[in-house]
């Protein structure tokens, strides 16, 4: 059995120095979370948080480890090169994700701003965890309403015949600037199947509807057409099949027959404003783990 | 101008004696609102609730008036014979709802007891503004349950080569039973469109699916297949086209990614009960016009 | 009886020319609605929405139409000089709100900015029909961010010797800007009985609790020393009684252990931006009615 | 470190034969969960879920952990044993429940049935994982309804003389009935601290108001009056301080001015059925801990 810590820390706990993430999936089998746990304490790691979940009919275990590296015995590098070796033992899917290094979030966006207006609020009040190196759309629209919040904007206008070739410069961009991972913020442009390739899990896309209910064009119109008493927007990953991405969070409000379709776009924005943060900030503090067409969300 | 009583009640209103809904539906109009009121005034029928809109893209009026007969100068039948008349002039669809008379509600339902239990308790309970002379089932299953409330229990049980026989044999138990309303309470089995044109705008089913997502077989497998992040039941009038019937009430809750289909199946169920009683209840305070796929729900 | 437009509208319906609204309270009697609708048709007025309440507890009416006066036969002024007579018979407190006049509002703010900003975002998009003329706060920190949106900054800092003399400040400013109407955006000094007075039903505030519950300071560290788990804001009226005014609209959200009093505050503060903004839209589109501690909101 | 079962889990996993929960809370310090794990799979017990949490304000932890005795090398009492001297070291207040015990569950009521016949339907339907030897009530008046489920009925009448009598006879069913848990469900009498301090945490109160708002009597009452526009109900734990009990769930709906007192009752009455459910079927899976005033709930 591990040893433990004799000094139980009796007053207020100090706040972590060095966080550091830890998202495992792997077949379901006996002693995971032990070997998991083990590993870290042998190591002088504190688990601060663990998370974890076990989907009895697919045999599969997903975990969320949340530990401070202060005081382990050897650096992050060398404690991964050993945890590659447990992690190929119980053919586990893994990824560690040191909180020292912020990530670096590119916003795609068209012309309607609430969204990317919502999230650049949100990260200039503190409240995403991340850099945001540049916003790029393909309009010259919002140019003033992002500059206000001194971001790079970059306007790639893009026309039916110069649709790859924009897209291209829209990797480079993304590239140079080192982004992690790309929000689409009501970007009215469907990527192909090459780009989404290349950040599998790290597009993040709000659609303004309650998928899989009115995929396809002007979803407001349809649920206004087909009469709903409930509206709903769906934050989720983005995979070469539109609208069928694994979903991150979903929000809705009751809506009745006083709502013309300019008021379900209204009441729509706001629940895509709401969220798409919350999606984002989900995956910014790497709560998300993504099993086939579904997640697992540590919350 | 029309006169107006003068002696304003200061004190507590007395309970109407005789309360009559009118429910009107018509192409938009000037003056609409004060045909109808004043109407009623000048008949000395004193109005105790009017709700009203107007659907500016389609340029249609609706409106719902609860009025007391007590002190009308002419019988009901004639009112109503001379309101037929302003109607005609305004090429208004209407009905008009005596609440002494009760209507009679028939339920339909199969294995699972959840939403007909429901309904039998807050019918218990007077909270349901009815009569249940009956409810037929294709099963023996709940008989039980059913006759626990003193309510008659018919089981008529279908197989695929029965199934217009069974079909005819329901429809004489509603009509020998002076049936105004048929509740589909997960009731499995579906209706022909001949059963159905005969029930326009009367039959209300309790689907688990938040529609028009996961319409089909087994909506609950469907939406855990697919990740979503919240569930839903819907309360609507059945059509001819299945699922496609206008929506009354919908209700929804979060889950998660521990939820089994199991648990949405609890969840669910819970949704629908709540769902379904809504909607009834609407159903049978005339609080329901039906325009197209759409509904206007006066709450 | 009153005569009725005999074309009916039958295709899609203009936008209205000149919207006026009407709200009456008054002990209930026969006929009321009758006596509105027919004062309004006789003058040629068509009544676009007309919603009506009576509390049958307290025997009191309440209304809200909403008409259009073109092709009224008389002027706005002798219209409502007529409709002064028929007021007066059935006891009415009322009053008429022109839209073509936009009402102007007054933000006071702290130093918390997000109601503040929210507000002056939905009005830079067009969603809350009114001038805002100036902010005013009792600190100079949010006036980069308030001036980005191009309104007038005041900022008029107060000690506890200074109190009256800042805030007779204050209601020079707002006197000379003309304003109808005052937000408190999470102003957070106390105003005295003698200027609540001079606002009645005009000022808004948002509090960040769910009133009664968590009154006085700190309330989302009461909320979490109380162990809740749903918290909420409340948008009121502001009256003498601090925390007790007339409640507009109020927002929950569910919180669990693991949300800290950070968490509580995060959460909190998205309430409190949904709550205000509906609350000031509401008072906007003159669908607030007063009476007593409780208010009639027609939505 | 700990050693892994080699073979992973590939297909679905069986249920599990003998399921026990864990709880746990102790100050917090480092390589708690890494001692708990370690010693469960010491002794090959198969850990099918652990939820912690660290209370960092507080310097708190808390854990519940349910695991598989299939193919523990020692009995449950033994294991019992064992862990006693670990968690010892660690100041951990803990319990351990075998499900394969089932928890005795005692109901009191008074006239009103909703919330113990709900309690008692999902009973029958097998969703609550309890024994319900005995319904208690002061009244006769709900005989009828809770021995329909085949549940022992005992009427106990009180006066204001034979309150501490009345009391001593409940207790002395309960103890006879071996009940673990006594669910108030809508039971009107006021229990003493003698009674309360016997069954600690093990008293669970289903309250008709938002708490802390609207303590006291007549809550309804007091939420119309006051204007709300969100009612809510409360389930919590007993204690001596009457509605300041620890809160496990609590559910809300929006209402507004058309809801009279006897809407907040009727819509109320569905919040409590719901959050008393959703409380009690939280204790019996052993998922609340209760820490001072607030709970940790784990879902």
Redo the contacts between chains.
């Keep these: ?5 004799k ?7 100090r ?1 972590p120095k060095h966080n550091v993430h830890l998202l495992v999936s ?10 998991i ?6 190591h ?1 790691v ?14 599969w275990f ?1 975990a969320r480890v949340a530990f401070d590296l202060t005081g382990c015995d050897v650096s992050l590098d060398r404690l991964t090169e050993l945890w590659t070796r ?1 992690a190929d ?3 586990m899917t893994w990824r560690i994700h040191d909180t020292a290094a912020k990530r670096r979030m590119a916003i795609l966006v068209s012309k309607r701003d ?1 969204c990317c ?1 919502e999230l650049l ?1 949100r990260w200039e ?1 503190g ?1 995403l965890d991340c850099e945001i190196p540049l916003v790029i759309s393909n309009h010259e629209d919002l140019r003033d309403v992002i500059e ?1 919040f001194n971001v790079p904007f970059h306007a790639l206008p893009v026309t039916p015949d110069s649709r790859s070739e924009q897209e291209k410069r829209i990797q480079e961009l993304l590239i140079k600037n080192h982004v992690d991972v790309v929000v689409l913020a009501r970007y009215m442009q469907v990527l192909t199947k090459s780009f989404v390739d290349r950040w599998p899990s790290r597009i993040i896309n709000i659609r303004h509807s ?5 995929a396809g064009g002007r979803p407001y119109h349809q649920a206004y ?6 509206i ?1 927007a769906t934050c989720h990953y983005v995979t070469e099949d539109l609208d069928a991405g ?5 929000a ?1 409000v009751q809506v ?3 709502d ?2 300019g008021d379900l776009v ?1 009441k729509g924005a ?1 629940l895509e404003r ?1 969220a798409l943060v919350t999606g984002v900030r989900l995956h910014l503090q790497d709560r998300v783990l993504v099993h086939g ?5 540590f ?1």
Tied chains: 1, 2, 3, 4.
């Design positions: 059995m591990n040893t433990v810590a000094s139980a820390t009796t007053g207020k706990q706040m792997c077949p379901d089998a006996r002693g995971i979370v032990a070997a746990t083990g590993f870290l304490t042998d002088n504190n688990v601060l948080d663990l998370d974890q979940h076990t989907d009895s009919d697919q045999g997903f447990i033992t119980l053919h609430h207006r609020w009040d409240e206000r309650f998928l899989p209910a009115f057409d087909r009469g709903v008493k409930v709903g694994p979903i991150i969070e979903q809705v009745n027959h006083r013309t379709v209204r706001d709401s067409q579904r997640t697992v969300v919350q």
